[in-house]
């Protein structure tokens, strides 16, 4: 992946929704797989969620399972993270990565070092 471009962020309230998207090449995009990560104020990055090269293997963190969707539309070379019922604590700044070699993902948290393409990151604020 040459580079990857996130969009889609702001202020939003407390239950609302926003969706994330990521841009990344046309010439690559579809051979490998994808994830979200975010880093709130002060703490780690975390890991968000993930997506095969198909899009058909989808893993989320306990944090936003059942709240958060990662999918992928590789005609458009793009990534997308709808957020629903979001919580002040989703206030972060979120980064799309693609994985260095891999097209699939495994049914666990994914390593953050396996990702070598990284977003400058879109924040995302959620006001209580």
């Known amino acids: 992946q040459a580079q990857l471009v996130e969009s889609g962020g702001g202020l939003v309230q407390t239950g609302g929704s926003l969706r994330l998207s990521c841009e990344g090449s046309?010439?690559?995009?579809?051979?490998?797989?994808m994830a979200w990560f975010r880093r709130p104020s002060g703490k780690e990055r975390e890991f968000v969620a993930s997506i095969n090269w198909n899009g058909y293997s989808t893993y989320y963190a306990n944090s936003v399972r059942g709240r958060f969707t990662i999918a992928r539309d590789n005609d458009k070379s793009t990534l997308y993270l709808q957020m629903n019922n979001l919580k002040p604590e989703d206030t972060a700044v979120y980064y799309c990565?693609?994985?260095?070699?891999?097209?699939?993902?495994?049914?666990?948290?994914?390593?953050?070092?396996?990702?070598?393409?990284w977003g400058r990151g879109t924040q995302v604020t959620v006001s209580s």
């Open positions: 990565a693609a994985d260095k070699f891999s097209a699939q993902i495994e049914d666990t948290e994914p390593r953050q070092r396996d990702f070598g393409t």
């Open positions: 046309a010439h690559t995009f579809r051979r490998y797989a």
